[in-house]
């Protein structure tokens, strides 16, 4: 009696591990199915304001594109995306997410291309203060960066009129970018040792933390209006 009231407890236990078991792929099953409709649903997020994005500049012929690789470091400060030449892209096209500029294409293959952001150390980008139209330069920083912020310099600014906050667009003078495009808004500004220019910061208007997906201005700076 004593061996038959353990095998019961064996058949038993074994009972229960097995169903222990289904429940267990069950919980896997779910977190899996939990964790893709997540994933969804920041990928509709993300989408959604690239759609938003994309109505804000509606006079620019886009194509979306999604990040496949990027340089070392925390930020998107180089990366790569997953269209190319055979999707029309060229070097020097604008590419943009979030609420605005991203940076430009440096390098195009079949189907990638290789973005450069304005945070770069190697980039320079024409700027201009909306509400003023006085210009400056944006510089790429990324140990600034690292606070969140991009710096400008050279703004002329000699009524004193351009404030904290203000919009920074780009130029309709730069060599690269289409005019109009969002860089972000200043943080604090300063005047220079030579009494003339302005200097100062700029909380960008993109996350160069968390890019995913871009939009690519299919048409290049000198192409707009000559058709």
């Not at 964790?35 to 959604?48: F, G, N």
């Not at 203000?166 to 005047?191: C, H, R």
Request: one cysteine or more; aromatic letters at 6%; hydrophobic letters at 35%.
């Amino acid at each position: 009696s004593w061996l038959k009231g353990r095998s019961e407890e064996l058949v038993q236990i074994r009972s229960l591990l097995t169903e222990n078991a289904r429940l267990q792929a069950e919980i896997d099953e779910l977190t899996i199915e939990n964790i893709k409709l997540q994933q969804d649903r920041y990928e509709l997020t993300s989408l959604r304001e690239l759609y938003e994005l994309d109505s804000q500049y509606d006079e620019y012929p886009k194509v979306g594109a999604r990040i496949i690789a990027k340089d070392s470091g925390n930020w998107f400060h180089s990366f790569t995306i997953n269209k190319g030449s055979e999707d029309g892209l060229q070097i020097d096209m604008n590419v943009m997410a979030g609420s605005g500029l991203v940076g430009r294409i440096v390098a195009v293959g079949p189907t990638w291309s290789k973005v450069m952001s304005i945070i770069d150390d190697n980039s320079n980008t024409s700027g201009m203060v909306l509400s003023t139209s006085d210009r400056l330069i944006v510089c790429g920083d990324l140990e600034l960066y690292s606070e969140g912020l991009i710096r400008f310099e050279s703004l002329i600014d000699n009524a004193d009129r351009v404030a904290e906050g203000d919009k920074i667009v780009t130029s309709s003078i730069s060599d690269k970018y289409l005019p109009g495009i969002l860089i972000g808004y200043i943080s604090s500004l300063d005047v220079d040792s030579n009494n003339l220019t302005k200097s100062g910061l700029i909380t960008p208007a993109v996350d160069f933390e968390h890019l995913e997906e871009v939009l690519v201005v299919t048409k290049l700076k000198q192409t707009v209006g000559d058709d």
